[in-house]
């Protein structure tokens, strides 16, 4: 890794999420988006079978 590490602090899992999800662009996008969507529609439905 470094050879020095008290001066470079190991980058935190937020860095590595973001600089992971740069890189696979598309495909983390298109995850989030089904995501959200799903959640939503499950959100939904459970509203109009509780109302």
Do not use: C, D
């Given at each position: 890794?470094?050879?020095s ?13 973001m ?33």
């Open positions: 890794m470094s050879t590490p008290s001066t470079e602090p190991q980058p935190s899992y937020v860095k590595l999420a600089r992971n999800m740069v890189r696979k662009g598309g495909t983390s996008l298109k995850h989030f988006a089904m995501t959200a969507v799903g959640l939503l529609a499950a959100l939904i439905g459970l509203a109009y079978l509780t109302r």
